[in-house]
């Protein structure tokens, strides 16, 4: 229709703990009057966007900034079959505090995206529980079991659309803007020497999956290698889906220094989450007016 107001889209992107800065992205482009009428998330872009999208934004912002490493641990079911994490707590939680509604309930367009282990293939999740693909979604190989969907058994989005541009562009989106969680960080996988670093919480977790180095070098646990090596390929996909899948503005958040298990350091993140709509504002309003 001649006139219309075009469509904008908002991919939020995977990358684990730092992906509480999506919702600083959120958070100042409402301040500056700019609102999706689209949203698309993979793995921790899934888990806030549909927050977001069923208006919990604020308490979802609440929860994460007073997580201290000990409520995350809580959170942590462990498992020795398919994950080193089941997943059901963190999202029997997010059930019952944030999203337990059906696709169709919600009141903006919103999807997700989740890779079929058995083919590679990637599964857009829009229809159904928003808890159980978020859940999919997030269902990062190794780290948490897979989750049993509509006879399909999904992992983590990430290994197949890190940062969902197509998928917003195909839910009628005519501008996107995408959040690339990984542009500044494509391993930065640290040997450490000595003592760990303060609250370090992940070397009091998973402790017993390290092993010491030659020369009293601590060689990184199974976690840690197996994080590193999953956001490398994340890295690598992202980047080359979109050269071919461009967003209208790319926002870049500088979160090398957090790591992908600190999700105790979401006020850190969401600021930084600010800061990247800050730095592309020009951007954004060149992109909505043209």
């Known amino acids: 229709m001649a006139g219309a107001k075009p469509k904008l889209g908002i991919a939020l992107g995977s990358g684990s703990a730092r ?92 999807a997700c995206v989740a890779t079929d282990l058995e083919t590679g293939r990637e599964i857009w999740l829009k229809e159904g529980s928003v808890a159980a693909a978020v859940r999919a979604s997030i269902a990062l190989p190794g780290l948490f079991t897979p989750s049993e969907h509509d006879g399909r058994l999904l992992v983590d989005g990430g290994l197949v659309n890190p940062v969902p541009v197509s998928l917003c562009r195909a839910l009628g989106a005519d501008i996107v803007i995408a959040v690339d969680l990984g542009s500044d960080r494509a391993g930065h996988l640290r040997r450490r020497n000595g003592t760990p670093p303060p609250d370090n919480w992940k070397q009091r977790l998973w402790q017993r999956l390290g092993r010491n180095g030659a020369n009293g070098e601590e060689l990184p646990s199974l976690v840690e290698v197996l994080m590193a090596s999953i956001h490398i390929v994340q890295v690598r996909i992202s980047r080359s889906r979109l050269a071919g899948e461009p967003a209208d503005v790319a926002l870049e958040p500088r979160l090398a220094q957090i790591g992908l298990m600190d999700y105790h350091r979401g006020a850190e993140a969401i600021d930084e989450g600010r800061a990247a709509v800050e730095r592309m504002w020009p951007g954004i309003r060149y992109a909505l007016e043209n």
């Open 19 to 110: 992906g509480w800065a999506h919702i600083g992205v959120l958070r100042a482009l409402a301040e500056a009057g700019v609102e999706p009428d689209i949203v698309c998330g993979c793995s921790i872009g899934a888990f806030v966007g549909a927050a977001y999208v069923n208006g919990d934004l604020a308490k979802l912002e609440d929860w994460v900034t007073a997580l201290g490493w000990k409520d995350v641990l809580g959170m942590f079911d462990v498992s020795l079959r398919g994950g080193l994490i089941k997943g059901e707590k963190l999202i029997e939680f997010f059930s019952r505090n944030f999203v337990d509604h059906d696709f169709s309930a919600l009141p903006k367009p919103f």
